[in-house]
């Protein structure tokens, strides 16, 4: 079965700086997407970025980049020019990529990330 | 693209009594949808797997008759807490495939007293 682990159930950042949040994973499978989701206090479930395990580029979205560490199953989300608005949950999550299989997402406990001003 | 509804966003029923909650993708078709649960503080638990035509697929320790969940259509998947009681006072998430993606709903806050 296949785990996700995020260490640190708190952070805090100052507005404008950077911050990463990091995330490990166990799996056997060769194949699959991890997902980098935010959750505000409003609850809604935001996609941040993905992640393709058989691409060896780490994914960027603006303000947003991973360090995917497949060897080490490792993936860290880092967080630039943090903004207030970025305060929220983060949950990491797993998915295997299996030909006919769930498309269940695993996810890890979260992240609660405060971006103090 | 890519939207997900729930509704209601707030219910409060009595001990005892049945709710209902849907879930809708808005602009697009969702073979597959996913029922989760989420506790103040903690991670989205999944519930059940929700495909179009069939019936759900439920994890382990959710039980099927309190939690019916039918797909009726490529764009509705409905989730029906029987009897419910206070221990079922949550807030409930769907989500919808596409293609790699996930896409959830704004969230149900349900409160049995």
């Known amino acids: 079965a296949q785990t996700v682990t995020q260490s640190q159930p708190e952070m805090s950042v100052q507005e404008a700086e950077t911050v990463t949040l990091s995330c490990t994973y166990d799996?056997?499978?060769?194949?699959?997407?991890l997902f980098w989701y935010k959750q505000p206090p409003s609850r809604q479930m935001i996609l941040v970025i993905r992640q393709e395990a058989y691409k060896q580029q780490n994914a960027t979205e603006n303000r947003f980049s991973v360090n995917f560490q497949k060897a080490a199953k490792s993936f860290s989300l880092k967080i630039s020019d943090s903004q207030l608005g970025d305060t929220a949950m983060y949950f990491c999550?797993?998915?295997?990529?299996?030909?006919?299989?769930?498309?269940?997402?695993?996810f890890g406990k979260g992240t609660k990330l405060t971006v103090n001003p | 693209g890519a939207v997900v509804s729930q509704h209601p966003s707030w219910v409060i029923c009595k001990s005892g009594t049945s709710v209902k909650i849907e879930c809708r993708s808005l602009?697009?078709?969702?073979?597959?949808m996913f029922w989760y649960r989420q506790f103040p503080k903690q991670s989205l638990m999944l519930m059940a797997t929700s495909n179009e035509g069939s019936k759900a697929t439920y994890e382990q320790g959710v039980e099927k008759d309190k939690f019916l969940i039918n797909h009726a259509s490529l764009t509705l998947s409905t989730l029906t807490v029987t009897s419910a009681h206070p221990e079922d006072s949550s807030f409930y998430i769907c989500?919808?495939?596409?293609?790699?993606?996930?896409?959830f709903g704004p969230g149900t806050r349900l409160t049995v007293t």
């Open positions: 602009d697009f078709q969702a073979t597959t």
């Open positions: 999550a797993f998915r295997p990529i299996t030909q006919g299989g769930s498309e269940k997402l695993v």
């Open positions: 799996t056997s499978e060769n194949n699959y997407y």
């Open positions: 989500s919808a495939s596409r293609g790699v993606e996930q896409y």
